[in-house]
């Protein structure tokens, strides 16, 4: 089996070329469009909703087949070709280029593969069967759907203003590391699971610091 290294990209603008046209290539290029990618579809056909987001701008359509030097400049590559030999003359240019590749439905032939995604906000939570079964892996991230609610969301934002706003105080560092694991310790998430939390003001904010300075 094997064993995959998990990481989080940030493809913000970066190219990101897809092979394909269909369903498949539908689903990647989704995800790709909503963590900021610069899609690239190579395919000389499209499903409707692809072919609304090319005509809408949001992503850029070569309309034809795939051929060698499609490649070039691109981040990431998305082998989701219906045809088998297509997929794999994109996963060896990709490979001749250094290029990590996904091939759709092979994901032997490839050097990565995508995950099951929840997203709450800030939180990003990663999914992956090791080639199990992509259905198995959507139902596990429906059941951390169930388990992780909407409060993570404003949880996370205000988790972050804080440490923001720790940081920006310069305190030495034991205090400051003593503030950061004070936040943890704070009953937000669950009051904001209740819909009791009231935002801080700056006030209780300084309030809140100052006693926690002082345990």
Request: with cysteine; proline share 4%; aromatic share 6%.
């Amino acid at each position: 089996m094997v064993k995959y290294f998990p990481i989080m990209l940030d493809l913000q603008d970066r190219r990101v070329v897809v092979i394909g046209g269909g369903a498949v290539a539908e689903r990647k290029a989704g995800a790709l469009l909503e963590a900021g990618a610069a899609v690239v579809l190579v395919s000389p056909s499209l499903t409707g909703t692809l072919a609304a987001l090319a005509e809408a701008g949001r992503l850029c359509w070569v309309s034809r087949r795939y051929a060698p030097g499609d490649l070039e400049g691109a981040f990431l590559v998305y082998a989701a070709s219906n045809e088998a030999a297509v997929n794999e003359a994109v996963a060896q240019e990709a490979r001749s280029l250094g290029l990590p590749v996904n091939v759709a439905g092979r994901a032997e032939a490839g050097s990565f593969i995508t995950p099951g995604v929840l997203r709450r906000g800030r939180l990003t939570v990663a999914v992956s069967t090791s080639g199990a079964g992509p259905s198995a892996a959507a139902r596990i991230t429906e059941q951390l759907a169930g388990i992780l609610g909407e409060e993570y969301e404003p949880y996370l934002d205000w988790l972050h203003g804080m440490r923001a706003e720790i940081k920006r105080r310069e305190l030495p560092p034991e205090l400051r590391g003593r503030l950061l694991r004070s936040l943890g310790e704070a009953d937000v998430l669950n009051r904001m699971r209740q819909g009791t939390f009231i935002e801080w003001s700056a006030e209780e904010i300084d309030d809140w610091i100052a006693r926690n300075l002082e345990r």
